[in-house]
């Protein structure tokens, strides 16, 4: 068995590009289209952590035999007798987890270098020849400029180019597969290569590559041409298809290691001609060769029968351009050229593998486009005065595009919002027609019920202790000294600071008290100041659900301002501002960008939706947007990441149903240890590009709010950007997530948690509003707890996503892993 430890650390490929030949002696256009089609690729690796196609796969190993009596011309590498150590991956090209979706599939070999009988010395990178193939003897396009339309192109748009190609959908026709397994499949390299022989009198030939199994059997795995809908280009796993989502990879696993697997490797070779478009012809990859003229010819037998475990195998980086000079890659000039797909393909394998393991991505290979953009700052303005008001990205300006929600999050959000619908009078509503209907009846009638909804208990003292501790405003619990209760929640809002709308119920001060005994909580009591009156209530006593309505009244408003907006929005945007404006190539880009997806946005919708002017709260709640955004600017001013840590929000006791304190430590436990890998890896860089992250830091401190007395948010080394890194990627992924999924579990329920609290008997009562504000109120945190975008098991990065699973035993009991989102776009 092959072990992990045995692989080659990844080269720095992008590091020492210089003069690399494919960026040398190419048209200006064709190093664009190479920009844009690598940045695809390059970015969708980076979001899937995986390849960007060909993502889930399966290695074998084993021996590479020349076969004897070859009929080809002399050949250094195909050369009879010669064996190697070789390796094949198996894998659905469009990147699918489900292998019975009907997708083309491919077969990617490795020709190592090294000792063909000792597989567990061998060093994987160590590559003499890679050779990709997929089902089907072509490719669907044949150059560059097409592809890169095609890719860029909405589903709307590729019907419409469908008629400019032809060739279409016989080529897809054949590449789409719903196979029993990998080894009943042909795999062509569809693209051209360069054969230059070692003969007396040495020439030139073009080659195409075909594996098949050693038993000859025929190709296999075609669906009905008609079953194909382009331009989707894929088909859905049939209704009546129950085998598992890797039943191909599980048979290719079993084959391997019960009797091993042969396959026999075979070439096409045609002269290299002096006519110049019969040599484009060769090399068009939406061409067929014709096989009586050019047949295929065997050349070498694979023998496999050791299975490489999978976090090996995914480190491997299969590329066309991974030949000798005598196997070549051919290369283009022009955009147009048909030996243009393979070039740009080597690209897009290149930076798609870097991105996905966090290597910075080289301008050698990609124009990123930096010299040709507006500077950072100037599409980056900070809102109001540096110091004074939150550091946040003006919310009167436009938002730029790289942090412009991405059609998959607009989706999702449209998914999750209350939709249109025909009313009885014929009128066509949105969210204000559904709050006309809601009107007319009470709201639990039509809203989806929450939890409190579902809890015959809900107005219990015993639940009215567990959501202090597990609900959408966890950690505020503090121990009490040389009093009779042990622990206490006080929330202050002295009325010097804050004015109270007339007629709304604002206490300046609330405290909840609990008692522990052995490893249960109890409620001891509620105090209050209201009025200019100290209010003790005692449970039983007849005012007592009362003071837990105030209670949960303050506190709700206090979480949605201090807790969801200040602590998770606003205080990631104070670091995320100065990292868009100053880091350009330090590492951390790639550690913190899947993170700070959707913030800038939904941020600027919240400025006028959630705590403007004509936001939820200060709309339903009895303060004002003055006084709520006092709320927000308070907090925001004691954060710093410096001295934070969730050990300070837990309780030094044990309490049975604490489900927070063990989720928030194993979170970010999950999380440091991420981190501390990424920094292990990528130290070299992060320094090389130091300087971006101390004029992040100038930045950050220069518009910093933080009050003096708490320090300073500063980067000064290493350590601190690391533990800067985990602050923000816990407050992005598992706080928020706790804080905004929760809210419709209470705030779902207007008798049981209200924004505001209205005096009846107050001249400025008005029922009808008051209800208003209610509909509001639970509309908006039913949106806002329903849009679930990248949730970070089925999108973060690998290495995280193994490192939460492991602790899931502790997050789950608090936050369900499936709510963990990767960033806050909600």
């Known amino acids: 068995m092959l072990i992990e430890n045995k692989l080659a650390d990844a080269k720095e490929i992008l590091g020492s590009l210089v003069g690399d030949p494919r960026t040398v002696d190419i048209e200006p256009k064709f190093q664009t289209i190479i920009s844009n089609v690598a940045s695809f690729f390059g970015k969708a690796a980076q979001m899937k952590g995986k390849r960007a196609t060909h993502s889930f796969g399966t290695v074998a190993a084993g021996k590479l035999v020349v076969l004897p009596n070859l009929s080809i011309p002399s050949h250094r590498v195909f050369s009879s007798g010669n064996s190697f150590p070789v390796l094949l991956r198996h894998a659905n090209i469009k990147g699918f987890p489900d292998d019975a979706i009907i997708d083309g599939r491919g077969a990617s070999i490795r020709i190592l270098n090294g000792n063909v009988d000792d597989l567990n010395s061998l060093n994987l990178d160590d590559y003499l020849l890679d050779v990709l193939m997929s089902t089907g003897h072509c490719f669907t396009f044949s150059n560059a400029a097409t592809f890169s339309r095609w890719l860029a192109s909405s589903t709307e748009d590729r019907a419409k180019m469908l008629p400019e190609l032809p060739k279409f959908l016989p080529i897809f026709h054949e590449i789409i597969r719903n196979p029993e397994s990998y080894t009943k499949l042909h795999y062509y390299s569809e693209t051209t290569y360069l054969f230059k022989s070692d003969d007396c009198e040495p020439q030139d030939y073009y080659m195409r590559y075909r594996l098949i199994n050693a038993d000859r059997s025929p190709d296999s795995g075609f669906v009905p041409i008609e079953d194909i809908r382009l331009p989707l280009d894929f088909l859905p796993r049939l209704t009546n298809d129950f085998r598992p989502a890797n039943y191909l990879r599980q048979d290719f696993r079993q084959r391997v290691t019960q009797d091993g697997v042969s396959y026999i490797l075979q070439i096409q070779l045609q002269p290299v001609s002096d006519d110049h478009e019969k040599n484009e012809l060769a090399k068009d990859c939406t061409e067929a060769w014709d096989e009586t003229m050019y047949p295929f010819q065997d050349v070498a037998q694979l023998t496999l029968n050791t299975m490489l475990p999978d976090p090996v195998a995914e480190q491997l980086e299969f590329n066309a351009y991974h030949a000798p000079a005598d196997l070549a890659l051919i290369l283009a000039h022009s955009v147009h050229e048909t030996a243009s797909i393979n070039h740009v393909r080597s690209i897009v394998y290149e930076i798609s593998a870097n991105m996905r393991k966090y290597q910075p991505p080289s301008s050698e290979l990609v124009d990123w486009g930096v010299d040709k953009k507006p500077a950072a700052k100037d599409v980056y303005k900070y809102f109001g005065v540096a110091g004074q008001d939150i550091p946040r990205l003006d919310p009167s300006l436009e938002l730029p595009p790289r942090v412009a929600p991405k059609p998959r999050l607009a989706a999702n959000i449209g998914l999750s919002v209350i ?89 300046t001060r609330i405290e909840a ?314």
Not at 428 to 441: A, F, P, R
Not at 485 to 500: D, F, G, S
Not at 727 to 739: A, D, E, G, M, Q
Request: hydrophobic letters at 40%; aromatic letters at 10%; glycine letters at 6%.
């Open 419 to 507: 939709p249109a619908r025909q009313a009885a009078n014929g009128k066509l509503l949105g969210i204000s027609g559904i709050v006309e209907i809601i009107q007319q009846l009470a709201t639990p009638a039509i809203m989806p019920a929450n939890l409190t909804r579902c809890r015959p208990d809900k107005f219990s003292d015993a639940f009215f202790v567990e959501r202090r501790l597990n609900g959408f405003n966890p950690g505020k619990m503090k121990p009490a000294k040389d009093q009779p209760w042990q622990y206490i929640i006080r929330y202050n809002c002295p009325k010097e600071k804050y004015q109270v709308k007339p007629g709304g119920i604002f206490p």
């Open 513 to 826: 008290r609990f008692v522990l005994t052995g490893q249960t909580l109890a409620v001891h009591s509620i105090e209050y100041e209201l009025n200019d009156a100290t209010v003790l209530s005692l449970p039983g006593q007849a005012d007592w659900e009362w003071a837990k309505r105030l209670f949960r009244s303050v506190e709700f408003v206090l979480q949605e301002a201090q807790s969801h907006l200040a602590r998770t929005h606003l205080n990631v945007e104070q670091y995320a501002m100065p990292y868009y404006r100053n880091v350009v190539n330090n590492p951390i880009k790639l550690l913190l960008e899947p993170h700070f997806e959707g913030l800038l946005n939904v941020n600027k919708l919240g400025a006028s939706i959630i705590f403007g002017e004509t936001g939820i709260i200060p709309q339903a709640s009895a303060l004002n947007a003055e006084q709520v955004e006092k709320l927000i600017v308070e907090e925001v001013s004691e954060l710093n990441f410096h001295d934070w840590h969730p050990q300070q929000h837990v309780l030094p006791d044990v309490v049975a149903n604490n489900f927070f304190d063990p989720a928030a430590l194993a979170a970010w436990g999950a999380i440091e240890e991420y981190v501390a890998g990424f920094f292990a890896a990528q130290s070299e860089q992060i320094q090389k590009y130091w300087p971006e992250i101390e004029a992040m830091s100038t930045d950050l401190v220069a518009h910093s709010i933080l009050q003096s007395k708490y320090g300073t948010l500063a980067i000064a080394n290493v350590t601190e950007l690391q533990k800067l890194c985990t602050y923000l990627i816990y407050h992005s992924s598992f706080l928020h997530s706790w804080v905004n999924y929760k809210q419709y579990e209470d705030g779902g329920d207007v008798d049981y948690a209200t924004l505001g609290l209205w005096n009846s008997h107050s001249e400025h009562y008005n029922p009808l509003d008051v209800a208003q504000k209610q509909i509001q109120q639970v509309l908006s945190v039913w949106t806002l707890s329903q849009v679930r975008y990248n949730p970070i098991l089925e999108n973060g990065n690998p290495a995280l996503k193994k490192l939460l699973w492991q602790r899931r035993d502790k997050i789950s009991p608090g936050l369900p892993l499936e709510n963990m989102m990767t960033s806050i776009h909600i």
